[in-house]
């Protein structure tokens, strides 16, 4: 199972959870993707070096190659696992970086969009709540609005075989919700 979404949607803490009542490990693609990066030379250093010469956001698309190796990695290194992909892993300006992600999610077929909220609005203002609260930070870098873009961005929802919004639930109702739809999908997958 693989879930996806913007920043602070709860795929870390939903995927915990899911993973524990599954029985199968669990995976946050932010804890492991820079040995994968460093595969097709990208290290933290390098980025945060890109960061400081030419900014946040050209940053970010000079790393798009490396992100989208992680996530080919990860699902081919962790098969029987719940990952987790940060909201950078399905979201790119490259066609190509975009295409690669769709790729290698194709054959999953439990992969699940998280958001709070069917509102874009509503759900760029929870998730910027949670991620002051969590991370102090708004994600607001340079006058780009990182959770908005994110929230914008199709990739995720593209690649998803579902949505779950979570907005007014517990992490643990949350966790229910998606192994009931994970349930639903692989049933109707064997029907």
């Given at each position: 199972m693989i879930l996806v979404g913007p920043l602070a949607a709860g795929k870390s803490t939903l995927g915990a959870l899911v993973a524990e009542r599954l029985g199968h490990p669990f995976?946050?693609?932010?804890?492991?993707?820079?040995?994968?990066?460093?595969?097709v030379g990208w290290t933290l250093d390098r980025l945060l070096e890109r960061d400081e010469a030419v900014g946040w956001a050209a940053a970010e698309r000079e790393w798009e190659p490396a992100r989208a190796h992680a996530v080919q990695r990860t699902i081919a290194d962790h098969p029987d696992a719940v990952i987790a992909l940060g909201a950078g892993y399905t979201s790119f300006t490259s066609a190509d970086h975009a295409q690669q992600v769709r790729l290698a999610l194709a054959p999953i077929p439990d992969v699940i969009h998280l958001l709070p909220s069917p509102d874009p609005e509503r759900s760029v203002t929870v998730l910027r709540e949670r991620a002051i609260r969590s991370r102090g930070k708004d994600w607001i870098i340079e006058?780009?609005?990182?959770?908005?873009?994110?929230?914008?961005?199709t990739l995720a929802g593209e690649v998803a075989a579902a949505t779950v919004f979570t907005?007014?639930?517990?992490?643990h109702e949350s966790a229910d919700q998606v192994v009931r739809l994970r349930e639903r999908l692989l049933t109707g997958l064997a029907a």
């Amino acid at each position: 199972m693989i879930l996806v979404g913007p920043l602070a949607a709860g795929k870390s803490t939903l995927g915990a959870l899911v993973a524990e009542r599954l029985g199968h490990p669990f995976v946050d693609i932010d804890d492991i993707a820079w040995p994968y990066c460093a595969e097709v030379g990208w290290t933290l250093d390098r980025l945060l070096e890109r960061d400081e010469a030419v900014g946040w956001a050209a940053a970010e698309r000079e790393w798009e190659p490396a992100r989208a190796h992680a996530v080919q990695r990860t699902i081919a290194d962790h098969p029987d696992a719940v990952i987790a992909l940060g909201a950078g892993y399905t979201s790119f300006t490259s066609a190509d970086h975009a295409q690669q992600v769709r790729l290698a999610l194709a054959p999953i077929p439990d992969v699940i969009h998280l958001l709070p909220s069917p509102d874009p609005e509503r759900s760029v203002t929870v998730l910027r709540e949670r991620a002051i609260r969590s991370r102090g930070k708004d994600w607001i870098i340079e006058g780009d609005d990182w959770i908005a873009r994110w929230v914008a961005d199709t990739l995720a929802g593209e690649v998803a075989a579902a949505t779950v919004f979570t907005d007014g639930m517990s992490p643990h109702e949350s966790a229910d919700q998606v192994v009931r739809l994970r349930e639903r999908l692989l049933t109707g997958l064997a029907a």
